[in-house]
């Protein structure tokens, strides 16, 4: 039996009214609550319709068999979009058979009506079983709701079944729960601070509004034998949650009304939007998206706040690893604090009335890796205000919190300081940086959160196994002040908070007096100072070619000293590796290191022969053993090459390059082919010719491909190598093995002129939309006599789009002027495209770089716009 006609047309009318009603009232009111309510109520009147037309007549029948509300249908927490989880419920399997036509014909009917189902079909006995491999089904039951059926068989199972199994299986209930959650806060870095935030998964979201719940309710009733009369939260902190659930209750209605799916990400557009519209802050003045991205941010650190809280204090719920630890590791003795299952308790309530006490205690925790007990967190809090008055400052102040920045756990100490509203207190400076989101589609977290990830990503450096780590960490050993470096990540990007300004120069002057309030020695001062001001400049550096003895001897002559030299390397590594997870590439590690060591050895002249003669000498002897009998031609394909070619391609790819320029006299162009973890690697061999380089970059556009970074050299017999990095954007190469040869063939093809590039070009274009830009990229072309004695240096940076390399190099080779050096990069949507040119053998004429900036601006500006 189906349901009638009829009835389906009327539920269909009934759900797109009902739906439409509920969208208008929300975009007139906002209020996430009311329209979860509704949206709750419509879909149960939709399912006890259904269970009268296709089950029983009678909505309490029939016997042994009920419809059941689980997970967030059961709350009443239906969105808009969201999934309806429901269980059918039988008293055992007769029970099962007999109704298993009319489930599926009840489900089909709600597919049918656009509604996305997420039934399960249980009996009571299979409810009161724990599956260690399925914690969310026992989770989903917590939140049951009888919706139509035998209401004995769900009395049975909200009255019995569940409390038994709660009590019985506490244990590994909450070790799953415990375990899921944090391996999700682990795929979000374990922080909120995202700048696209997903309101329901990351930390601090409606998951984790859910979990503190459950962690309470299921500690509650393995206490009880029962559910517990009310919540088992502390009075202020269901306040929070549930000011919190409020917020983001309207904020994921607005997303899913916004983008008509479930979607909870909220994109830059959705937040300029909802910023508008004030969601879930009615009650606020005009915002900006910053300020209203702060209100999400405020109640997304109260909620991880209190789900890391709860899963400190439950025994059961502490992961395998904390509860070997905390077997193995002593107590730390302290005659203020006391430690409880690695929790710090004050000894004496009253004693954070001293500042002095309060600083102890966040060195303390920073010093043993501890957490703050929920109780010293609230007397924190208590004192606060009085604190406010006449907080801490000058020598003394300066003094505990270099100690504390010189701890191994400083990040964990100086987030749950922020979190608390303390470390603003104490540097007010930091104030406009709180929870702000700077939009550069490069960064990934705030930027107070970036700033204490630089400082974690230093302290984790002793326990990396990675060889690159491994070296930064023993230059963070030989440091003398390493507190002056730390001090320097807290405040380097203080000046963002400052609106249309130059971030460096703001921070600059921020950072001058916090540095003022803190008596900072002048020495002390000059060097913090200096680290602001140039910590930009290093990665500024790779844009050039830094096997360059100009370039280096630039830079080392700015840096002053080996000292600076050294902290400025070290909080270059801290700076990108805290943009986002990917941000820091074996490449940029390797580079920031050899800037670092060319620059080290300039500003010591012995070390500087030394050093760099063993380094070609060891590369040459390499290449000289594993070519023994190769004599003149060795010596002729090495002749003339850059310093940075035998600097940046190890032996057995420079041998790799010798066989393939061997082959030349047979096939003309030498392709080769590599995938590697990021990118895949194309290296060329062959003889120089005009436009060589702007047909390659050609040829990789034409198929789609997507060049992240590149490498041009040329020796004094005229062969070429270029190696250039690229995306497949359209997975042409990963889906499909067979176009590899094809791929290589087409770019010899195209470098020895068989094949029409402009036809293949004209084809993509065709057949291409433009992507969105997020981030829009100003246009720069400038040009640099100084940083090199035999060519001059063009940098373009330009908003990253196919074909943008092949125009630029195209562009260079119509105005007759030849590639020494390309160094190709790319940062989000920002390219940054560096070349070292000559025309007849010499550096550019100024009148020629007026013409080639003049055609490179048209050329861009064209590109923009679809041209």
Same mark, same amino acid.
């Given at each position: 039996?189906?349901?009638?006609?009829?009835?389906?047309?009327?539920?269909?009318?009934?759900?797109?009214?009902?739906?439409?009603?509920?969208?208008?009232?929300?975009?007139?009111?906002?209020?996430?609550?009311?329209?979860?309510?509704?949206?709750?109520?419509?879909?149960?009147?939709?399912?006890?319709?259904?269970?009268?037309?296709?089950?029983?007549?009678?909505?309490?029948?029939?016997?042994?068999?009920?419809?059941?509300?689980?997970?967030?249908?059961?709350?009443?927490?239906?969105?808009?979009?969201?999934?309806?989880?429901?269980?059918?419920?039988?008293?055992?399997?007769?029970?099962?058979?007999?109704?298993k036509d009319a489930i599926r014909r009840f489900s089909q009917e709600l597919w049918d009506l656009k509604l996305k189902l997420s039934p399960a079909t249980r009996t009571l006995v299979e409810c009161d079983r724990f599956d260690p491999n399925n914690t969310e089904f026992t989770i989903s039951l917590l939140d049951c709701r009888y919706l139509a059926g035998d209401r004995e068989l769900f009395a049975r199972l909200h009255g019995k079944v569940i409390p038994r199994l709660v009590t019985r299986e506490a244990k590994p209930l909450l070790q799953g729960l415990a375990e899921v959650t944090r391996a999700r806060h682990a795929k979000f870095g374990e922080t909120v601070f995202h700048l696209e935030p997903n309101i329901k998964e990351t930390p601090g979201g409606l998951r984790d509004c859910n979990v503190a719940s459950w962690l309470a309710l299921i500690s509650a009733m393995s206490k009880l034998g029962d559910w517990p009369e009310a919540s088992s939260l502390r009075t202020q902190v269901r306040k929070q949650l549930d000011s919190a659930v409020e917020f983001l209750m309207s904020t994921r209605c607005f997303l899913h009304f916004r983008q008509q799916r479930d979607d909870n990400v909220l994109s830059w557009e959705a937040q300029d939007e909802a910023a508008a519209r004030k969601i879930g802050a009615s009650d606020s003045s005009d915002l900006t998206p910053a300020d209203w991205m702060r209100i999400y941010f405020g109640h997304a650190r109260a909620v991880q706040r209190t789900v890391t809280q709860l899963l400190d204090e439950i025994p059961e719920a502490w992961s395998s690893l904390r509860r070997h630890f905390h077997a193995l590791r002593s107590r730390p003795v302290s005659p203020d604090f006391s430690v409880v299952d690695g929790m710090i308790f004050l000894q004496q309530s009253a004693s954070l009335?001293?500042?002095?006490?309060?600083?102890?205690?966040?060195?303390?925790?920073?010093?043993?890796?501890?957490?703050?007990?929920?109780?010293?967190?609230?007397?924190?809090?208590?004192?606060?205000?009085?604190?406010?008055?006449?907080?801490?400052?000058?020598?003394?102040?300066?003094?505990?919190?270099?100690?504390?920045?010189?701890?191994?756990?400083?990040?964990?100490?100086?987030?749950?300081?922020?979190?608390?509203?303390?470390?603003?207190?104490?540097l007010p400076e930091l104030k406009p940086i709180d929870s702000l989101v700077v939009r550069d589609f490069y960064h990934r977290f705030t930027v107070d959160e970036h700033s204490i990830l630089a400082i974690e990503s230093l302290h984790r450096l002793t326990d990396s196994k990675s060889e690159w780590d491994q070296r930064y960490a023993e230059l963070l050993t030989e440091l003398e002040d390493p507190e002056l470096l730390y001090l320097a990540l807290l405040l380097h990007d203080t000046g963002k908070g400052v609106p249309g300004s130059d971030h460096v120069e703001a921070s600059l002057e921020i950072a001058g007096r916090c540095l003022d309030r803190l008596d900072v020695d002048p020495e002390e001062r000059s060097t913090v100072l200096f680290l602001i001001a140039n910590h930009l400049e290093m990665s500024a550096q790779l844009r050039r070619d830094i096997f360059n003895p100009e370039t280096v001897a630039a830079f080392a002559d700015k840096v002053g000293t080996p000292e600076r030299l050294k902290m400025l390397c070290l909080l270059t590594y801290a700076d990108i590796k805290a943009v986002n997870p990917e941000a820091l590439t074996p490449w940029k590690a390797e580079n920031v290191w050899q800037l670092y060591i060319g620059?080290?050895?300039?500003?010591?002249?012995?070390?500087? %022969? =030394?050093?760099?003669?063993?380094?070609?000498? !060891?590369?040459?002897? *390499?290449?000289?053993?594993? #070519?023994?009998?190769? @004599?003149?031609?060795?010596?002729?394909?090495?002749?003339?090459?850059? %310093? =940075?070619?035998?600097?940046?391609?190890?032996? !057995?790819?420079?041998? *790799?390059?010798?066989?393939? #320029?061997?082959?030349? @006299?047979?096939?003309?162009?030498?392709?080769?082919?590599?995938?590697?973890?990021?990118?895949?690697?194309?290296?060329?061999?062959?003889?120089?010719r005009p436009s060589l380089f702007a047909s390659l970059t050609g040829v990789l556009a034409a198929w789609g491909m997507n060049i992240v970074k590149a490498n041009a050299f040329s020796n004094q017999a005229g062969t070429v190598v270029d190696t250039l990095y690229f995306t497949d954007r359209f997975r042409t190469l990963e889906l499909n093995l067979s176009e590899w040869d094809r791929f290589k063939k087409s770019v010899a093809a195209v470098l020895s002129g068989q094949a029409d590039l402009e036809k293949m070009l004209r084809d993509r274009q065709r057949g291409e939309k433009h992507a969105k830009v997020k981030v829009v990229v100003d246009t720069r072309v400038d040009f640099d006599d100084e940083s090199s004695s035999a060519s001059t240096l063009l940098q373009v940076i330009a908003q990253d789009r196919p074909r943008l390399l092949h125009r630029i190099s195209s562009c260079l080779s119509q105005q007759r002027c030849n590639i020494e050096i390309a160094l190709i990069d790319t940062e989000g949507q920002m390219a940054i495209d560096t070349f070292y040119l000559t025309a007849?053998?010499?550096?550019?004429?100024?009148?020629?770089?007026?013409?080639?900036?003049?055609?490179?601006?048209?050329?861009l500006k064209n590109l923009e716009l679809g041209g």
């Amino acid at each position: 039996m189906t349901a009638s006609s009829s009835l389906i047309s009327e539920l269909r009318t009934s759900v797109a009214e009902e739906s439409a009603r509920i969208a208008a009232d929300f975009a007139v009111t906002g209020d996430g609550s009311a329209a979860v309510l509704y949206r709750t109520r419509l879909i149960e009147d939709i399912l006890k319709r259904l269970w009268r037309d296709l089950i029983s007549p009678d909505e309490a029948g029939p016997k042994a068999f009920t419809l059941v509300a689980t997970g967030g249908f059961g709350r009443g927490w239906l969105f808009p979009y969201s999934d309806i989880d429901l269980l059918f419920l039988h008293a055992d399997h007769r029970g099962e058979e007999t109704h298993k036509d009319a489930i599926r014909r009840f489900s089909q009917e709600l597919w049918d009506l656009k509604l996305k189902l997420s039934p399960a079909t249980r009996t009571l006995v299979e409810c009161d079983r724990f599956d260690p491999n399925n914690t969310e089904f026992t989770i989903s039951l917590l939140d049951c709701r009888y919706l139509a059926g035998d209401r004995e068989l769900f009395a049975r199972l909200h009255g019995k079944v569940i409390p038994r199994l709660v009590t019985r299986e506490a244990k590994p209930l909450l070790q799953g729960l415990a375990e899921v959650t944090r391996a999700r806060h682990a795929k979000f870095g374990e922080t909120v601070f995202h700048l696209e935030p997903n309101i329901k998964e990351t930390p601090g979201g409606l998951r984790d509004c859910n979990v503190a719940s459950w962690l309470a309710l299921i500690s509650a009733m393995s206490k009880l034998g029962d559910w517990p009369e009310a919540s088992s939260l502390r009075t202020q902190v269901r306040k929070q949650l549930d000011s919190a659930v409020e917020f983001l209750m309207s904020t994921r209605c607005f997303l899913h009304f916004r983008q008509q799916r479930d979607d909870n990400v909220l994109s830059w557009e959705a937040q300029d939007e909802a910023a508008a519209r004030k969601i879930g802050a009615s009650d606020s003045s005009d915002l900006t998206p910053a300020d209203w991205m702060r209100i999400y941010f405020g109640h997304a650190r109260a909620v991880q706040r209190t789900v890391t809280q709860l899963l400190d204090e439950i025994p059961e719920a502490w992961s395998s690893l904390r509860r070997h630890f905390h077997a193995l590791r002593s107590r730390p003795v302290s005659p203020d604090f006391s430690v409880v299952d690695g929790m710090i308790f004050l000894q004496q309530s009253a004693s954070l009335r001293d500042p002095e006490m309060l600083l102890r205690l966040f060195h303390f925790m920073a010093r043993h890796g501890l957490r703050l007990s929920a109780t010293t967190e609230h007397r924190i809090e208590q004192e606060l205000p009085a604190l406010a008055v006449t907080p801490p400052r000058g020598a003394e102040l300066w003094l505990y919190l270099q100690e504390t920045l010189l701890q191994p756990h400083a990040a964990d100490a100086l987030r749950v300081m922020h979190s608390l509203r303390l470390l603003t207190l104490l540097l007010p400076e930091l104030k406009p940086i709180d929870s702000l989101v700077v939009r550069d589609f490069y960064h990934r977290f705030t930027v107070d959160e970036h700033s204490i990830l630089a400082i974690e990503s230093l302290h984790r450096l002793t326990d990396s196994k990675s060889e690159w780590d491994q070296r930064y960490a023993e230059l963070l050993t030989e440091l003398e002040d390493p507190e002056l470096l730390y001090l320097a990540l807290l405040l380097h990007d203080t000046g963002k908070g400052v609106p249309g300004s130059d971030h460096v120069e703001a921070s600059l002057e921020i950072a001058g007096r916090c540095l003022d309030r803190l008596d900072v020695d002048p020495e002390e001062r000059s060097t913090v100072l200096f680290l602001i001001a140039n910590h930009l400049e290093m990665s500024a550096q790779l844009r050039r070619d830094i096997f360059n003895p100009e370039t280096v001897a630039a830079f080392a002559d700015k840096v002053g000293t080996p000292e600076r030299l050294k902290m400025l390397c070290l909080l270059t590594y801290a700076d990108i590796k805290a943009v986002n997870p990917e941000a820091l590439t074996p490449w940029k590690a390797e580079n920031v290191w050899q800037l670092y060591i060319g620059a080290a050895n300039y500003l010591n002249r012995s070390a500087d %022969q =030394r050093v760099h003669g063993d380094v070609n000498g !060891e590369k040459l002897a *390499r290449l000289r053993s594993l #070519a023994p009998v190769m @004599g003149a031609k060795f010596k002729e394909f090495v002749e003339g090459f850059p %310093q =940075r070619y035998l600097r940046v391609h190890s032996a !057995e790819e420079i041998m *790799r390059h010798i066989q393939m #320029a061997d082959e030349l @006299g047979r096939h003309p162009v030498q392709v080769d082919l590599r995938r590697g973890r990021h990118w895949y690697e194309l290296n060329l061999v062959t003889k120089d010719r005009p436009s060589l380089f702007a047909s390659l970059t050609g040829v990789l556009a034409a198929w789609g491909m997507n060049i992240v970074k590149a490498n041009a050299f040329s020796n004094q017999a005229g062969t070429v190598v270029d190696t250039l990095y690229f995306t497949d954007r359209f997975r042409t190469l990963e889906l499909n093995l067979s176009e590899w040869d094809r791929f290589k063939k087409s770019v010899a093809a195209v470098l020895s002129g068989q094949a029409d590039l402009e036809k293949m070009l004209r084809d993509r274009q065709r057949g291409e939309k433009h992507a969105k830009v997020k981030v829009v990229v100003d246009t720069r072309v400038d040009f640099d006599d100084e940083s090199s004695s035999a060519s001059t240096l063009l940098q373009v940076i330009a908003q990253d789009r196919p074909r943008l390399l092949h125009r630029i190099s195209s562009c260079l080779s119509q105005q007759r002027c030849n590639i020494e050096i390309a160094l190709i990069d790319t940062e989000g949507q920002m390219a940054i495209d560096t070349f070292y040119l000559t025309a007849d053998g010499k550096k550019l004429p100024p009148e020629l770089q007026n013409k080639m900036r003049q055609a490179l601006l048209s050329e861009l500006k064209n590109l923009e716009l679809g041209g």
